[in-house]
């Protein structure tokens, strides 16, 4: 039996109620005291994050702004998004 979700808070949810295990982001895993992690013997394929914006907004004004300040709060907090 598989369990397919398009969001990482169902699959945590599955996980939480018993019904197997879900590839979840560390950051999002490791806050949930009632999730363990298992240790894989291969590591899961890498995911890259994607920040789409219209060429004509991400010139100038608030969503250049927003990019900028999401791109440094992500480098700022890269251990949270890599595993241990």
Do not use: C, K
Request: proline share 6%.
């Amino acid at each position: 039996m598989a369990l397919r979700a398009n969001s990482q808070t169902s699959q945590a949810a599955a996980a939480r109620a018993g019904y197997g295990i879900a590839l979840l982001p560390h950051f999002l895993g490791r806050i949930d005291p009632t999730l363990s992690r298992i240790f894989l013997s291969a590591a899961p394929p890498a995911r890259e994050i994607w920040l789409l914006t219209r060429r004509e907004a991400s010139s100038g004004g608030p969503v250049r702004l927003a990019r900028d300040f999401l791109i440094d709060l992500f480098a700022q907090n890269r251990d949270l998004f890599e595993a241990e």
